[in-house]
């Protein structure tokens, strides 16, 4: 949950705040959510499972969040627009994680 402090000792929650006209914060990434399962989505069952049970792991997905926010915060009118670059980040830092644990016989 992200919250924000307010006037006071108050606070409130930004997650259900609009971010745009038209989408919350949670609801923007769900979008990149979309997006990266939609990326990596492939005709080749072993690669395609493989992909997606990485993706699934989760994660607290911090590098599409900050891309979401900071363009909000350069005063970006359409959080839809960062929806591809925001997944792109997460992807390189997905197949980085892959990498090193490849490359450190972690799997």
């Known amino acids: ?7 006071g000792t108050r606070q409130r929650d930004m997650t259900d705040k609009p971010i ?4 919350t914060l ?3 990434m769900e ?4 997006t990266l399962c939609n990326v990596v989505t492939t005709d ?6 493989a992909s997606l049970h990485i993706l699934s792991a989760g994660g607290k997905r911090i590098r ?14 359409d959080v839809n627009v960062v929806i591809n670059p925001a997944a792109a980040l997460e992807l ?8 090193d ?3 450190d016989h972690g799997i």
């Open 101 to 103: 644990d490849i490359n």
């Open 64 to 77: 599409p969040r900050l891309a979401i926010l900071s363009y909000l915060a350069c005063s970006g009118p």
């Open 20 to 23: 745009s006209q038209e989408l």
């Open 44 to 49: 080749v069952t072993v690669l395609n499972d």
């Open 1 to 7: 949950m992200t919250t924000a402090k307010t006037s």
């Open 31 to 34: 979008l990149v959510e979309d």
């Open 92 to 99: 390189v830092h997905t197949a980085s994680v892959v990498h």
């Open 26 to 28: 949670e609801q923007a």
